[in-house]
């Protein structure tokens, strides 16, 4: 089990970029697999972002393609996601999540993601 605490939401206006960051703690981060979601009132959670061990590898969602981008430093144990070009449409709850299976590409499903910071806002104002 890994712990995660994510930091750096806030209120931005469209256009703005904003920087999401991930602490983690307990067993070792660089066998996770790790995933940035996000989930708007009355929408489901969706994968914005994803990236392998290594970090060789990263998923995005085409919505946030050319936008974001996600990093990780194993020996920091953080995982990143920085957010340019933002839109109100970005608007939600940015979660962490931790994925300990080995895949040769990183999930954008979050059934795969065993484990979940708490979330941190982020509201992009028009």
């Known amino acids: 089990q890994v712990n995660l605490v994510e930091s750096g939401g806030g209120l931005v206006q469209a256009g703005a970029s904003l920087r999401l960051s991930c602490a983690a703690s307990?067993?070792?981060?660089?066998?996770?697999?790790m995933g940035w979601f996000r989930q708007a009132p009355g929408k489901e959670r969706e994968c914005v972002a994803a990236?392998?061990?290594?970090?060789?590898?990263?998923y995005y969602a085409d919505s946030v393609k050319g936008r974001f981008t996600i990093s990780r430093d194993n020996a920091k144990n953080t995982v990143s996601l920085q957010m340019s070009s933002l839109k109100p449409e970005d608007t939600a709850i940015y979660y962490c999540?931790?994925?300990?299976?080995?895949?040769?590409?990183?999930?954008?499903?979050?059934?795969?993601?065993?484990?979940w910071g708490q979330g941190t806002q982020v509201t992009v104002s028009s």
């Open positions: 999540a931790a994925d300990g299976t080995w895949r040769l590409l990183p999930s954008p499903n979050a059934a795969a993601y065993e484990d």
């Open positions: 307990g067993r070792s981060f660089s066998t996770y697999t």
């Open positions: 990236i392998t061990r290594s970090g060789s590898s990263a």
